[in-house]
C-alpha cells in the first residue's frame, strides 16, 4: 500500500507523519521547532515543514496539511509578508472583533451568516486591527492566507495558486457557513480595502501537486484534522490540552450559538465541527512546575497528594486573558490562601483549575447541540500527565477514553491525503489505535468551588 504524508503545522512546531494508506500505521514521523510568540514571521513555518519533510516527502504517495487556526498570513503583491503573522493567541484585536460584531448586526447576525460570534482569535479581527493601527502595512496587503494554506502553496509547484478547505476557511470571520463561500465584503469592511483569497476546495480534493508530481490535499485546520484524525462520531466529545485547550464534537447540522462560547466551525469531511476553546490549557502547568520549582512529574506526585479541592485553594487560570469565557483582558486570579495551603495544594489547584474550565467546554458543547455524550476523548501533550489522568473522570464526572499517544492532527491530515489520491467519496476507515478508559469517582465539590470564583471573578 502507499505511504501518505500528513502535516500538522502547530504554535508550536511542524510536525510530519508518514503512514500506510492500508490501516494508518506511522511508520516514521519528524519535528521541527516553530519561534515562540503570538506574531510570528510565517517564513519560519516553511523552513520548519522543509527540515521536517526533507526525510519523508520522497517516500510518500501524496500529502496535506493542518495547520493551527485563525492565523493572518498577510502577503503584497509580490507574495511575502508584509508583516509578521498574528495568531490565534494574539488578543490584541478584542476591541476590533466587538466592533465588527456591531457593525455586522449584533451577535445573532454574525452566527446567522459566519456560523460563529467573532473574538480576538478569529482572521478577520486580525485584519481590522491592521487598518486601525498599522495602516502602512494595511495597504499593502494583496493576499491573506491561513497558516496551512500557506504551507500547502510551499509544497506545491511554483505558480499554484492559493487554495484550502471550508473547515480551515470557517475560522476567518469572513466565510458565510451556509452558502459555503467567502464574504469579501466583510474584508473589504475589516481592513478598507478586498483582497485575494485561497480557492475553496471541497472534501477530498486533489489541490495541486508537489514539484515531483505527487498529490497535495486542500489540507485543513488543526481542529479539523484531529477529528478526521481520530475518526470522531456523532456523540463523540474530543477534550484536547495543548498549547490551548479544545472541546470539539462533530455534526451533521451547523449549530448556531449567539451567546460566542460555541464557535460553529464547518469540518473537513462535508459537515460541521462546533467548538470551544480555551487560550489557557497545558501552558498552566508549565506556569505552576516553574513557580514551585519542579518538573511536571513532580508536579503531578505533588498534585496527587492533596486532597479533591485542594483543601479549599481554587484559581482561574486565565493568565493571557481568555477566549472562553470572552475575558480578553482577564489575569489569573488565586483563591482560598491561607497559613496552612500546602505546595501539594498549589499543584493540585492547577490540575483541577484546567480540568474545570475544559469541563465548562464539554457542557458549554453538549448545550449548544442538544446532544448526549457518548464517550469523551483525552488527547494532547498533558494528556500523559498522570495527574490530569487520575484526576479528569472526576472533574468531568464520567469515563474518559485516552487514545494511544500519537500526533492526530497529522494523522488526520494524512487520512485526507489518502482521500484525495483514493478519489472515493469518502475518507478510508482507519481504526484507532490502542485505547486506556479512565475512570473515577466524581468529584462535583471541585466543579461548584471553580464556578463560584468564575462567577464572581
Known sequence: MPLLLGLDSSTQSTKAVLVDAADGTVVDQRTAP????????????????????????????????????????????????????????????????????????GPEACVDTLGSVLVASFTVTKLRWLRDHEPHHAGRIAEVLLPHDYVSRHLSEPGTAAFTDRGDASGTGYYDIRKGAWRHDIVELA?????????????????????????????????????????????????????????????????????????????????FLPLVATMNAAGILDLQA???????????????????????????PYYGGERTPNRPDAVGVWSG????????????????????????????????????????????????????????????????????????VARGAARQAAWALAGTPEPPSWSLPAEVVLEAAPTLAVREQYAALRDQA
Open 290 to 316: 516553574a513557580w514551585l520549582g519542579i518538573d511536571h512529574d513532580e508536579l503531578a506526585r505533588l498534585a496527587l497528594q492533596a486532597p479533591p479541592g485542594s483543601n479549599g485553594v481554587v484559581m482561574l
Open 34 to 105: 516553530h519561534p515562540p510568540g503570538t506574531s510570528v514571521d510565517p517564513r519560519a513555518w516553511l523552513a520548519a515543514c522543509d527540515q521536517a519533510v526533507a526525510p519523508l516527502l520522497d517516500r510518500a504517495a501524496a500529502v496535506a496539511v493542518a495547520g493551527q487556526q485563525h492565523g493572518a498570513v498577510a502577503l503584497d503583491a509580490d507574495g511575502l509578508p508584509v508583516r509578521d503573522a498574528l495568531l490565534w493567541n494574539d488578543t490584541r484585536s478584542a476591541p476590533q472583533a466587538e466592533s465588527l460584531v456591531r457593525e455586522l448586526g
Open 191 to 271: 481592513l478598507g480595502h478586498d483582497v485575494a483569497l485561497p480557492t475553496i476546495l471541497p472534501p477530498g480534493a486533489v489541490a495541486g501537486h508537489t514539484p515531483t508530481g505527487r498529490p497535495v490535499a486542500p489540507g485543513t485546520g488543526d481542529n479539523m484534522g484531529a477529528a478526521l484524525g481520530l475518526g470522531l462520531e456523532p456523540g463523540d466529545v474530543l477534550v484536547s490540552i495543548g498549547t490551548s485547550g479544545v472541546a470539539s464534537t462533530v455534526s451533521p447540522a451547523a449549530v448556531a450559538d449567539a451567546s460566542g462560547v460555541v464557535t460553529g466551525f464547518a469540518d473537513a469531511a462535508g459537515g
Open 337 to 408: 490562601l491561607t497559613p496552612r495551603t500546602t505546595r501539594s495544594d498549589l499543584a493540585r489547584a492547577a490540575f483541577e483549575a484546567l480540568l474545570c474550565s475544559l469541563a465548562d467546554a464539554v457542557d458549554a458543547l453538549m448545550t449548544a447541540t442538544g446532544g448526549g455524550v457518548r464517550r469523551v476523548l483525552l488527547v494532547g501533550g498533558a494528556a500523559r500527565n498522570p495527574a490530569v489522568r487520575a484526576l479528569a473522570p472526576a472533574v468531568f464526572g464520567r469515563p474518559v477514553v485516552v487514545p494511544a499517544a500519537g500526533e492526530y
